[in-house]
């Protein structure tokens, strides 16, 4: 018999039981909660009179409506502070835990998850977001849900679900100097495309990933979504086990051991056989930047924006097309010589320590060019902000001219004050590249962090290697 | 929920492939803490040629002649046709709400993304998926024919056009089951609560940090 992929194991330790058809009923260790997708869900259990199975299971945070400055004044808008109310009302109610405004844990969460140690690995993790997929990271199964499934695992502790079939990308060999995970994903998006992973738990492998950090690896995961992917995956290991070790919601000193020794088989088996596999070669991976209106129109910074005219299959030229219009590009342009007009640094792709240090240390000691209007960083929870100053970080942003904000998802979707006006072109270290999803009429460019700061000081999309 | 069972309905074609969540219903509706009224803000960005916000009146804003939601054939549409991958992005059942608060019952396309197709079935709306080709010929019936209607039989899995074709769709057999009698999903889970409780007994023993 064929041994395990990684996600077969963390699949069969979480059936609860099985049809005959292949639906499983999937136990559900970590339920990640936020204002956006919840309120619909609690509303329901009310409704119903129903009770959750299991409250500890679940962490609330605001994060989608949380304005990013002036926050003595509270959330003006008043659509989005009924929003917020609500969860923290519903999180009284029903005796969740909710780290809310003005406490340092309340931040982006995906970011706040990992960093509380709420996921651990080997876990099942859900919540009401799609790039839940970020703490696949730690060798767990997690993805986004509905908020119908919201409500369902509140109230049974399981999902209801049928096995996706197993992918893994190897990213063999090392990345050169200033590829970053960002580069990485975003390669792998363009190479399989959008919906290459449907219907997959894709595994994320090779050296390249095994040379990220746990960040880094974060990074990789939560855009696993952005090629179809629930979930991305990437087996445990001595970084992992780092990484969690010491953190809130971490196994307890008595369980540690037993914990570790249960987490070294997360990896798949040397005979796992899968269903998809693609390899890369990490040396060839440049820095990235997307042109167009979905993540898999993506081009290494030295290419050119794609010609309709060349594309022979007629719904492609469609969609080249369209997008070319809504982003207000020529086809055949030079990528680095598209001007930007706003830089976001945030997201719960890049929003941690290190994609501020590494914005911050192409930031240190130059000027925004003086085309930029914004250019913004919003870290992704209050204790990396505490951090991020610690080291000086804020000053060295302060000092380039960036304005320095507070944790939330803020322009990444653009549901609070922060976002583009109309034709405004981003370079933005956010996931998603879709039509107004930054502001109605909004251009947004997927770029990693440092490619970011690069566009924020030279005015335009520029090889971060080369500054 | 309510049942599904044969749905006879006009055919809307949306020609694009990719359409995201963001694309059906833009965020700043998701402020919302409603299942219902997400209808008239459908496709926004590209319904209406003004930007919109929520609590305005939608029906005063000015709408955009070219998209096709707008065509007046097209009024009253409850079948919606599309090219692969629809529904991909943000997790947003809202979605799915929007859709069926404004009529569509059944969305039809060559691929769906895992979330918005998982979606779906928790409100009723059944998405279809058929080869690229069968859907092609769905667009140029459709454009051809002023007022074209499908019917969808879901106990035969069929999709049957006015000429009397009949399409095979696949579904699961435990989502048709529950869309053929609007049965709700936490009732069914909470008859095995005893199995949940037997795996909780057993895993609390085996990995007890995981219910620290």
Known sequence: ?467 | MEKFTVHQGLVVPLDRANVDTDAIIPKQYLKSIKRTGFGPTLFDDWRYTEPGEPGMDHSKRAVNQDFVLNFPRYGGASILIARENFGCGSSREHAVWALDDYGIRVVIAPSFADIFFNNSFKSGLLPIYLDAASVERLFKEVEANPGYQLTIDLAAQNVITPSGDKLAFEIDAFRKFCLLNGLDDIGLTLQHASDIQAYETKRKQTAPWLFN
């Open chain 1, 1 to 467: 018999m064929a041994g395990k992929t990684l996600y077969d194991k963390v699949w069969d330790a979480h059936v609860v039981r099985q049809e005959a058809d292949g639906t499983c009923l999937l136990y559900i260790d970590r339920h990640l909660v936020h204002e956006v997708t919840s309120p619909q869900a609690f509303e329901g259990l009310k409704i119903a009179k129903r009770q959750p199975w299991r409250t500890a299971s679940m962490v609330a945070v605001p994060d989608h409506n949380i304005p990013t400055k002036d926050l003595d004044q509270g959330i003006t808008d008043p659509v989005s502070r009924l929003q917020v109310e609500t969860l923290n009302e519903n999180c009284r109610d029903f005796g969740v835990t909710e780290f809310n405004l003005g406490d340092p844990r309340q931040g982006i969460v995906h970011v706040m998850g990992s960093e509380q140690g709420a996921t651990l690995p080997g876990m099942t993790v859900v919540c009401g977001d799609s790039h839940t997929s970020t703490h696949g990271a730690f060798g767990a199964l997690a993805h986004g849900i509905g908020t119908s499934e919201v409500e369902h695992v509140m109230a049974t502790q399981c999902l209801i679900q049928k096995k996706m079939k197993n992918m893994r990308v190897n990213v063999n060999g090392k990345v050169g100097f200033g590829v970053t995970a960002k580069d990485i994903v975003l390669t792998i998006i363009g190479e399989i495309g959008t919906a290459g992973g449907t219907g997959y738990a894709i595994e994320f492998a090779g050296e390249a990933i095994r040379d990220l950090s746990i960040e880094g690896r974060m990074t990789v995961c939560n855009m696993a979504i952005e090629a179809g992917a629930r979930a991305g995956m990437i087996a445990v290991d001595d970084t992992t086990i780092e990484y969690v070790k010491g953190r809130p919601y971490a196994p307890k000193p008595e369980q540690w051991e037993a914990a570790v020794s249960a987490w070294r088989d997360l990896h798949s088996d040397a005979d796992a056989v899968f269903d998809c596999e693609v390899n890369l070669d990490a040396a060839s991976i440049k820095p990235q930047v997307t042109w167009g209106t979905s993540p898999e129109m993506v081009l290494a910074v030295d290419g050119i924006v794609p010609d309709p005219a060349k594309e022979t299959d007629p719904v492609k030229a469609n969609s080249i097309r369209a997008a070319l219009k809504y982003m207000g590009l020529e086809a055949n342009t030079p990528i680095d010589q598209v001007q930007v007009d706003k830089v976001f640094i945030g997201s719960c792709t890049n929003s941690r320590i290190e994609d501020l240090r590494a914005a911050a240390a192409v930031a240190k000691g130059r000027k925004l060019a003086s085309n930029i209007k914004l250019a913004m960083v919003v870290p992704g929870s209050g204790l990396v902000k505490r951090q991020a100053e610690q080291e000086g970080l804020d000053q060295i942003f302060l000092a380039a001219g960036f304005e320095w904000r507070e944790p939330g998802c803020s322009m990444c979707l653009a549901m609070n004050a922060d976002r583009l006006e109309p034709g405004e072109r981003c370079a933005s270290t956010s996931n998603r590249n879709f039509e107004g999803r930054q502001g109605q009429g909004g251009r947004t460019h997927l770029v990693s962090p440092a490619m970011a700061a690069a566009a924020a000081v030279t005015g335009h999309f520029v090889d971060v290697r080369q500054l």
